[in-house]
């Protein structure tokens, strides 16, 4: 579609995604320079629809962008009471004293909040400032300039044929060109993606990694509900399968919210992440919490866990990498929201200062600079080596020489240097007659669901007659290596249930199902042969999360 001729429309920042980073940025620079033209494009239906996140939020993003966010209305409403965390065996529980935990580690001062919520209120802050936030455009394609420079994005196309053919009800979308290119789309964002690879900005860098996590808001027995209290768990029923852990967070009306991560750098194909979050809640610590309340809401979404020596660079001319894009979660804290907003202002003063100085579409190095010298780069140079320890030694390793090293660089220093991650999550995955196959209960509907039923929860719909969003290389792959080889992980880490294999021998076929898809992002990163490429869809689609 490079050759159709759009319309355009001048901007001084474009920002794709109004997430946490991209409203950041453009609140603070309108704050900087009211007369400066920012627009932010989304992809979910409205701001807020496609935002998934825990969260316990640290809310010094906010401090340093909004101050007076109390009074202004924020909606963080349920600051932590409480901090609990357990190892679990199958039928029992050993809980870790906070004491010996490192300062960072611990939650006082934090609030359990739905950013889907915080971002509603985010872009109506933003609007008030002047910001134009268009929901429900897609941004399909960058655009380039005579230098290889990036100027813009192709957004709001809609009504393609189903083999991505303009047809005679569609829509080609406009061009939105700006000073300055911001990517805040989240996890393995797809614009992001391709900047990296373009202009090799991850050269320099550690492989990527990431998690699944997945989530699902309960109504409780109000008897049992203990509102501010946050609760972290790890071992059952993951074991030695794969890494990750579990948070139940009590927010306000008697809801809590229910989480499962999943490392994804597991080497069982046979592994069902969904499915052992499904098993996870038969425990019966979570099992007791639950019994007699209903779910409401699920989704899921891919965790960006490398940390501070997997962020790519973030810059190339005319654009900069925002939040998620580069990767900015502390995993031990399990918090990335507060980074993603200091990214967002720290790019916004960077651009602001730039355009002042007359430049435009060159490599805005001083937010570079700021994030990895700064409060982002500091925050998580101290826990940079909790992940890999976890990955390669276990998670009682993780948990002991974890906590040591974050103590000591508490001081400054660290006994282990950086340690690199090794291999990619897609290459940790292992041929499938090196496991056994793992055995999981049936859903029984009450506790545990099937992967269809709850993603009727997360009000996904697409529009049937687009093009897939998911982009296969080689369409012969699916079939013919990674069902031999791999057993066919996509029908497993999927947790949408969009990959299936119908058919046997040489009836055997892929089934793409694209409009159960949460745009979780799995697919893009743990495919064995990274055959599957995510893109966007039509603007609009998706799920349309309410309060997560």
């Avoid at 679990?88 to 939650?107: D, Q, V, Y």
């Avoid at 230098?147 to 994005?153: L, R």
């Avoid at 700064?374 to 992940?387: E, F, S």
């Avoid at 055995?439 to 545990?448: H, I, V, W």
Wanted: hydrophobic share 40%.
């Amino acid at each position: 579609m490079a050759e159709i001729e759009r319309e355009s429309m001048e901007y001084d920042v474009v920002i794709v995604g109004a997430g946490p980073a991209g409203l950041s940025a453009a609140i603070r620079l309108k704050q900087l320079d009211a007369d400066l033209n920012v627009v932010v494009l989304e992809k979910g239906s409205e701001v807020g629809a496609h935002i998934l996140s825990g969260a316990v939020l640290d809310p010094v993003g906010l401090d340093a962008l909004i101050p007076d966010w109390k009074a202004k209305g924020a909606p963080l409403n349920t600051p932590v009471t409480k901090d609990n965390f357990y190892v679990l065996g199958e039928a029992g529980k050993i809980r870790i004293p906070n004491t010996p935990m490192p300062p960072l580690m611990h939650n006082h001062g934090n609030y359990i909040v739905s950013m889907g919520n915080v971002c509603r209120w985010m872009a109506e802050q933003a609007e008030e400032l002047g910001v134009e936030i268009f929901p429900g455009m897609s941004c399909s394609e960058l655009i380039f300039g005579d230098k290889g420079e990036i100027k813009g994005v192709v957004a709001g196309v809609f009504g393609l044929e189903a083999d991505g053919s303009v047809g005679p009800n569609t829509e080609i979308g406009m061009e939105l060109h700006g000073k300055y290119v911001f990517l805040s789309e989240g996890v393995r964002g797809s614009l992001s993606k391709e900047v990296i690879a373009k202009y090799d900005l991850a050269k320099e860098s550690d492989v990527q990694k990431y998690g699944l996590g997945m989530k699902e808001i309960w109504e409780i027995d109000p008897a049992k509900h203990r509102e501010g209290t946050v609760t972290h768990t790890s071992g059952w029923p993951l074991g030695k399968n794969a890494g990750g852990g579990s948070f139940i967070y009590h927010l306000e009306n008697n809801q809590v919210y229910v989480g499962f991560v999943v490392h994804l750098n597991y080497k069982n194909p046979h592994m069902f992440p969904y499915m052992e979050f499904q098993r996870f809640k038969h425990h019966p610590m979570v099992a007791d919490l639950l019994e007699g309340g209903k779910r409401v809401a699920y989704g899921a979404r891919a965790i960006t866990e490398g940390g501070y020596q997997s962020m790519p660079k973030m810059v190339a001319p005319g654009v900069a990498l925002l939040g998620c894009s580069v990767g900015m979660v502390n995993v031990p804290r399990i918090k990335g929201n507060h980074n993603a907003m200091l990214s967002g202002i720290a790019a916004a003063e960077a651009a602001h200062a730039a355009i002042g100085a007359g430049r435009a579409s060159d490599e805005l190095t001083a937010y570079e600079e700021e994030v990895r010298t700064g409060a982002i780069g500091q925050d998580l140079k101290k826990v940079r080596n909790v992940k890999p320890l976890w990955s390669k030694y276990g998670m009682v390793a993780s948990m002991l020489g974890g906590a040591f090293d974050m103590w000591t660089n508490t001081f400054g220093f660290s006994l282990f240097g950086t340690i690199k991650h090794g291999k990619s999550d897609a290459a940790s995955t292992e041929k499938a007659s090196k496991h056994k196959p793992i055995e999981y209960p049936k859903p029984d509907g009450k506790l545990s669901f099937d992967r269809l039923t709850n993603v009727a929860f997360s009000f996904t719909n697409h529009e049937e007659s687009q093009p897939a969003h998911l982009k296969l290389t080689d369409p012969s792959i699916p079939v013919n290596v990674n069902y031999p080889d791999f057993a066919g992980p996509s029908a497993r880490y999927c947790p949408a249930g969009v990959y299936e294999f119908v058919g046997d021998g040489a009836d055997r076929k892929f089934q793409i199902n694209f409009q159960n898809c949460v745009h979780c992002k799995t697919c893009d990163i743990k495919d064995p042969s990274q055959n599957i490429t995510w893109t966007v869809p039509q603007g609009g689609d998706g799920p349309n999360y309410p309060n997560m």
